[in-house]
């Protein structure tokens, strides 16, 4: 940051008082700008037994699948925010949505809040940052391409809580370098 959004004048990266760590301070009106991490909503919808999953037509990850999911915009619950992301990627509408995981990845700044929900209907379509969008059955996941760590980690909890038909909410943290799984 170089500018104050609040006056333009140049910001200062400094340990404001009371604080105990550096941030961007304006000089001249200053207003501390608290950088925070991102948070990310998003959803795995369900419809008979198979998951809706996106094929991204943008950057990171492009062509490669996940579930859909995006940044939460002001204004709007988490909730709110993984049913918009759903019908920006897949055009599909949802209902029965319960909180399913917080994910928080401290080395990017982002924490994933992950619902579980189902399908309103069986109709869905990719959105504008979809090339394809498809449900599938657990044997059809393809897990080597699945763009993201933190959707992998999702849908191997989710998979082995079907398995026990127990359905706990996740609260962990994803380190940068996981430990591989066997």
């Known amino acids: 940051m170089i500018y104050c959004s609040s006056c333009g004048a140049r910001v200062i990266e400094k340990v404001p008082?009371?604080?105990d760590r550096s941030r961007f301070v304006c000089e001249s009106c200053h207003t501390i700008h608290y950088q925070n991490p991102k948070i990310v909503a998003?959803?795995?919808p369900e419809w008979n037994g198979r998951l809706l999953l996106c094929r991204r037509a943008i950057e990171p990850r492009h062509g490669l699948w996940t579930l859909p999911a995006g940044f939460m915009e002001n204004g709007e619950t988490t909730e709110q925010a993984a049913a918009r992301e759903t019908w920006e990627e897949?055009?599909?509408r949802l209902e029965n949505m319960t909180l399913y995981g917080v994910f928080s990845?401290?080395?990017i700044s982002q924490v994933y809040m992950m619902f579980r929900?189902?399908?309103q209907a069986e109709e869905y379509a990719p959105g504008p940052e979809s090339l394809e969008v498809r449900l599938f059955e657990e044997h059809e996941i393809p897990w080597n391409e699945l763009a993201f760590p933190v959707m992998k980690l999702s849908l191997e909890k989710y998979y082995s809580d079907v398995k026990k038909n127990d359905f706990p909410v996740y609260v962990e943290n994803i380190d940068r370098h996981p430990a591989r799984r066997g």
């Open 17 to 19: 008082d009371g604080d």
């Open 42 to 44: 998003g959803c795995i």
């Open 90 to 92: 897949a055009r599909a």
């Open 105 to 107: 990845i401290p080395h």
């Open 117 to 119: 929900a189902s399908l």
